[in-house]
């Protein structure tokens, strides 16, 4: 591995700032959007009586940060004699954009950084002046001794007798610390033998272990100027929930609707969206339905569970985040194949009105005798591209109806099986686990027939038909 060059005579390109001033916080970021730049702004609106500026990693391209302050770098870090190294440069080295803004505001004493994720609802810029004002070299979540098993403990042990820990999402640095943390850096890189992430020190291990070393190092928990309780690594908050953004409190990972979508749907099983209490169904209610409804039916239908699909839709419809797809079967032309003492209609066409009227119940709504593949059809009086069928099953009795077969007919004389349930596994209906036949391309049909295969009752509750309308 080249060595860099020798410290003295380390060339570093210049930024060319106006007076420097004593404080100055940071807003670190990656990406720019709406979001984003609300987090800016609630940054800037507690930095008072500092100086604000915005470091940006622009490795992928330049950010738009206007009105605010920019200061630039990319992954490159080579001018401060350091390796790009592993491969996700800056979120494992967390501490080298504030080599960029040290060599940016030369002259000041202290510096904050907060990453974009983070809303900060206390003064930051009187705990700056706390610590100018008292020496302190780092304030920090969880600073303490690197427990043995913790995992970036090994990145620092060779290189550090008193191996530190700390949390710096939000951190308040001073300039001799940052001075020491380069030089230690520095001196790792050029004297020791780096092949894998394990022999370079993570940042969140390194900034207190080096800070460590300075004599008379002042160290202070964020803790004791903050309530912490949504600052951790993991469960996210959405940026206009109250509980990210109460008076007197640091919140991590805050989070606007995008990438909240982006990141957080696939994070919990399906089934979590069903429960009100949970942290999904919290995130997504300070989310737009149309934005959050794509994603989130690419989860459930990910699960490959047809009756997870189903109560989806329910849900959608029942909280207004979709308008509720129309049952094209609702109230239609139906008839079955025979009727029974349990029947409610005296007539096959009475009673099949009772499996398409819109009542689910968990009780029959239709009957018919026991024989051979007894069978209920249903008129759309229309051509429909048919995308879906969904068959609510009586809760008593559901061993009665487990292998059933989905026909369309253009004609109600001619039929063409469509799809078919061969086993014996059990579904339900008004407990929300139906049957959902959904067809990947949908089929052209007038009229619907489902049939059971075998011998018994025909006895659901309610079968719903969806589709499109197509030219006859």
């Given amino acids: 591995m080249p060595c860099p060059p020798p410290l ?6 210049r930024i060319m700032i106006s007076a420097a001033p004593d404080l100055v916080v940071a807003f670190r970021t990656h990406v720019w959007n709406d979001d984003v730049a609300g987090m800016a702004r609630r940054l800037a609106a507690v930095s008072g009586g500092t100086r604000f500026v915005i470091v940006a990693d622009e490795t992928k391209g330049a950010l738009d940060t206007a009105p605010f302050e920019k200061i630039a770098h990319t992954t490159d870090f080579s001018a401060f004699g350091l390796p790009s190294f ?16 040290r ?3 030369p002259a000041a004493t202290h510096y904050a950084m907060a990453e974009y994720d983070v809303a900060v609802n206390i003064d930051l810029g009187g705990l700056l002046r706390h610590a100018q004002q008292n020496d302190i070299d780092l304030i920090a979540h969880r600073i303490g001794k690197a427990p043995a098993d913790w995992m970036w403990t090994r990145t620092v042990a060779p290189y550090f007798a008193k191996p530190m820990m700390s949390f710096v999402q939000l951190g308040v640095f001073s300039g001799r610390g940052i001075d020491h943390m380069l030089s230690r850096r520095r001196e790792i890189f050029s004297t020791a033998e780096i092949k894998t992430a394990d022999d370079w020190p993570f940042c969140e ?3 207190p272990s080096a ?30 929930d109250p509980e990210g953004m109460a008076p007197g409190t640091v919140a991590h990972p805050v989070l606007g609707s995008s990438a909240i979508i982006a990141k957080c749907i696939f994070r919990y099983k399906p089934d979590a969206v069903f429960d009100p209490e949970s942290r999904l169904r919290r995130l997504l209610s300070f989310c737009a339905p149309a934005e959050f409804m794509p994603a989130l039916q690419r989860r459930i239908r990910a699960a490959k569970d047809l009756a997870l699909d189903a109560r989806l839709t329910v849900l959608s419809a029942e909280l207004g985040w979709l308008p509720a797809p129309a049952n094209i079967a609702l109230g239609k032309s139906a008839t079955q194949s025979s ?31 026991f024989e051979r593949d007894p069978w209920w059809q249903v ?18 009795f559901p061993e009665r109806c487990t292998r059933v077969a989905i026909y369309g007919s253009a004609d109600g004389e001619t039929w063409t099986m469509r799809a078919a349930k061969l086993d014996d596994a059990l579904f339900g209906g008004a407990d929300g686990c139906p049957y959902v036949f959904a067809f990947a391309t949908p089929f052209p049909a007038r ?22 309308r197509i030219p006859v």
């Fill in 8 to 13: 003295a005579r380390l060339t570093v390109p």
């Fill in 86 to 101: 592993p491969a996700k440069v800056l979120w494992y080295n967390g501490d080298y954009p504030l080599y960029v803004l």
């Fill in 103 to 105: 060599q940016a505001f």
């Fill in 205 to 207: 291990a390194l900034i």
């Fill in 211 to 240: 800070i460590a070393e300075l004599p008379g190092a002042r160290m202070d928990a964020l803790k004791r100027h903050a309530q912490l309780p949504q600052y951790f690594i993991g469960e996210a908050t959405h940026v206009n």
């Fill in 339 to 369: 009727i029974s003492e349990w029947s409610n209609g005296e007539t096959p066409e009475t009673d099949a009105a009772g499996g398409n009227n819109g009542y689910i119940t968990g009780d029959f709504g239709f009957h018919t005798e």
């Fill in 379 to 396: 008129d759309l009086l229309a051509g429909f591209a048919v995308e879906r069928v969904a068959l609510y099953n009586r809760l008593e």
């Fill in 447 to 468: 009229f619907i027939r489902l049939g059971m295969i075998g011998e018994g009752y025909l006895h659901l509750d309610e079968i719903e038909v969806y589709g499109q």
